[in-house]
């Protein structure tokens, strides 16, 4: 099994392996940097969507794998405020697709604010916490949750419900 990942994001390669290898432990991982078509910023589960399925699409392409996946990190807008959340699709070369998102968790409004005036959030926590390329690492959602829940483990689990379709198709085709 040959698996493109649409990103060169370490966090991003290192969850699609770690869910992917539990099924196919002979998997094959390739990351490649593909645009997503998107905002740097996806402010909509729509835009975040869409951005995950572009990448999905052309990084499977790109490398003749079996099967593409497109992680994409996001925000949306809810009554209560800005929430941080993320979309993972996987897709083959038939046409079929997983598609899943990952756990949503508020953000501050101090970080809220400066997102909306057209920040990336990566760069926000970058400056909040004094450090260097955050979504390469734990993410927001790792210092926001005082590392409980790493970028790579909330990924991970929407890595999982978006690959069922491929490990489980029985139950994805019944009428």
Known sequence: MKIAVGSTNPVKVEAVRAMTARVWPDVEIVSVSVPSGVDEMPMS?????RGAINRARVARERVGADLGVGLEGGVHPEPFGLTLMGWVAVVDGNGRQGLAGAARLPLPQ??????RAGEELGDVMDDI????NTKQKGGAVGALTAGLIPRIQAF????AYALSPFIVPEL????
Not at 45 to 49: I, K, N
Not at 156 to 159: D, K, L, R, S
Not at 172 to 175: A, C, G, Q, R, V
């Open 156 to 159: 991970a689990q929407a890595v």
């Open 129 to 132: 916490l004094g450090d260097h």
């Open 45 to 49: 589960d729509e835009e975040t969507r």
């Open 172 to 175: 994805h085709t019944i009428d």
């Open 110 to 115: 101090h970080i809220a604010q400066r997102v």
